[in-house]
């Protein structure tokens, strides 16, 4: 579209004779990082009855309209704007009206000023966000915060206009507040907003304030900047982080240089144009994207719409078809552990499908996905049966091949597979509905367990031949037959094992003498405990744990991901008791937690396996 004419110029100037109309004002002095040319036209009413005709004004003759706020994030356009911009940083829009426990405050007032003015008035609980750049408008749009504390428990009530200048009232309760999200609708314009404070001392909270501010301009990079570039993955997974991690900081284009500060910030060197700052992010969103498999969202704001898509479409989404459930004894722990790998991916930016599976069998959802990722746990999900049909039917999928699972899962073939690559076991046996005696090479106590299900079901431990026969009969319940293991008293970890490298050890410090499904799930005996690294493990035996663990991993043929089970014996031996090739993905479960302690977020890990996955030749 050609930026706005003459005609329509003259024409709002002859409609509007109040409104202050700005000519030719450059991007230099509306937001804070300065990229752009110059606006043809810049709107500045007072207050909502004004802006409302104007948009109604706008919206009849199909012009487009760019509000702005404090600019804090605005990316200005390097072209005349087709848009009429609006700013909302005057009059009533600018205006703080106190309470009795509450503010009500323009879109246009700066954080600062909103939480300096409540404070003022004993009215505070907010202080963090008083460091965050920017205007409430924007703040509320994406539920700023800071801290633990988010501007979106504050509302009582939101007013704004839509497009067309027609009233928008909302209760704040009526919001759905996310991590650095709401759910206001994106063609709302946001007028002012109610805001409940607690009672506090002023002079308290004005401390508070000023150690927040302090603290900011610490930490915050120097230089022109739009603040932070993008949204940060999750809670847990730092934007920032990322891209240092990728080794991106002090990248150029231009006049454009990812901070060295904080990488999440691109700085104008008083010389960037908007092509510059758009190119260094792109590089940016696609150099991270290759190393993690996150894409990237923008937290910026671009004046021009073309830009805007470009940054968006630079790196193309990732289809991944997740599958849960099964038909296992461990179905709802898989379902559970489906929807936070769902859940992850989606905050990764990848469109996702959510399956409940109940066959090993191909639907049309899996053909279409670049991937499929399988979360499923015992049963055909984990034994290599599903993993058959989806290579027989070319299909990228995350996790091991069909021949490993088959390996992993069966916990008989697994102890022989170790015993043929030297890899430490302990002693054990196997036996029949029909052979169930005591077998003669084993000594109490022994551990019996199914050799195919996972997630301890129907293990127990036999310590006086009493216990025998029971234990025989709750595994037969789970398989046909039985594997008996000599008891190893020791302290039980488990080594996970991403893309080929160890994570760190967790140890499990379970009430009982054993790591049974109560410890593991449902605690009626006391709490588990993890400890990452471990408390009670050498850091010497700590890395012979991890190399054991991918030697399992190099010997069974297994890719992807892997977590190897392991008991370190009184006098330091480590005995690998068993593998599992589809480990849990619940809160609770262990290769998330080794995950995170390395410094990789849930989000990261299960990025890093959808991508795997779609590179596969």
């Not at 202050?20 to 230099?28: G, M, S």
């Not at 996310?178 to 805001?195: G, N, Q, V």
């Not at 022109?224 to 900081?249: E, H, M, T, Y």
């Amino acid at each position: 579209m050609p930026p706005l004419s003459s005609k329509l110029i003259a024409e709002l100037e002859s409609e509007f004779p109040t409104l202050t109309l700005r000519y030719d004002v450059p991007w230099e002095h509306l937001s804070t990082l300065g990229v752009g040319g110059e606006l043809p036209l810049l709107a500045e009413p007072s207050d909502d009855i004004s802006l409302a005709h104007l948009l109604k004004h706008c919206a009849e003759r199909g012009i487009r309209t760019l509000v702005l706020g404090g600019g804090s994030n605005t990316v200005g356009a390097g072209e005349p704007s087709e848009a009429l911009a609006i700013k909302l940083r005057h009059g009533d829009f600018i205006k703080v009206r106190i309470g009795k426990n509450f503010v009500t405050a323009g879109s246009g007032v700066r954080l600062h000023d909103l939480i300096t003015v409540a404070a003022h008035h004993s009215l505070g609980g907010a202080a963090p966000l008083a460091a965050i750049p920017g205007t409430v408008g924007g703040a509320l749009r994406m539920n700023a915060g800071a801290h633990g504390a988010t501007i979106g428990d504050l509302v009582m009530e939101i007013c704004g206009l839509d497009a067309q200048g027609n009233a928008w009232c909302v209760s704040g309760s009526d919001i759905k507040w996310s991590y650095r999200e709401s759910s206001i609708p994106r063609d709302i314009i946001i007028t002012a907003a109610i805001l409940k404070f607690q009672p506090v001392n002023a002079e308290a909270e004005s401390t508070l304030i000023r150690a927040e501010l302090k603290s900011r301009a610490e930490h915050d990079p120097k230089g022109r900047s739009a603040g932070c570039v993008f949204k940060n993955p999750s809670s847990d997974s730092s934007a920032g982080q990322l891209i240092d991690s990728c080794g991106l900081k002090g990248l150029r284009i231009g006049g454009a240089q990812v901070s060295n500060a904080h990488a999440n910030y691109i700085i104008n060197d008083a010389r960037a144009t908007e092509q510059d700052f758009l190119s260094l992010a792109c590089a940016v969103k696609e150099k991270v994207f290759k190393m993690t498999g996150i894409q990237l969202k923008p937290e910026i704001c671009f004046a021009n719409t073309a830009s805007a898509k470009t940054l968006d479409s630079c790196v193309s989404k990732l289809k991944i078809a997740v599958l849960k459930g099964g038909t296992s004894s461990e179905r709802e722990v898989s379902l559970e552990s489906g929807a936070a790998v769902a859940k992850a991916l989606r905050e990764a930016g990848c469109e996702v499908v959510e399956i409940d599976i109940r066959e090993p069998k191909i639907s049309q959802e899996m053909r279409s996905a670049n991937a499929v990722f399988p979360v499923l746990h015992g049963g055909f999900g984990e034994s290599g049966e599903l993993q058959k049909v989806l290579e027989d039917a070319n299909l990228k999928f995350v996790g091991c091949g069909s021949e490993a699972c088959g390996i992993i899962i069966d916990k008989l073939k697994s102890k022989k597979f170790m015993e043929k690559h030297g890899i430490p076991t302990p002693p054990y046996a196997m036996l029949t509905k029909n052979e169930r005696a005591f077998p003669s090479k084993l000594k109490l106590p022994v551990v019996v367990k199914p050799p195919s299900e996972g997630s301890t079901v129907g293990i127990s431990l036999v310590s006086t031949m009493e216990e025998w026969d029971k234990a025989i009969d709750e595994c037969l319940k789970y398989d046909k037959t039985v594997l008996v293991e000599e008891y190893v008293e020791g302290d039980e970890i488990t080594v996970g094992i991403l893309l080929g490298q160890a994570l760190p050890p967790v140890e499990i410090k379970y009430p009982g003498k054993m790591y049974d499904y109560d410890a593991k799930y449902t605690h009626a005996k006391g709490e588990t405990f993890y400890h990452c690294p471990p408390k009670n493990v050498s850091e010497e035996l700590q890395k012979k744990a991890g190399e054991i663990a991918v030697k399992f991993f190099e010997a069974t043929g297994a890719r992807d991901l892997l977590r190897v089970d392991m008991i370190v014996a009184r006098d330091g031996k480590i005995y690998v008791l068993e593998g599992n090739n589809l480990p849990g993905f619940t809160s609770s479960s262990l290769l998330p937690k080794a995950a995170k302690t390395a410094g990789i977020s849930f989000v990261q890990l299960c990025a890093s396996l959808a991508l795997s996955a779609t590179q596969r030749g």
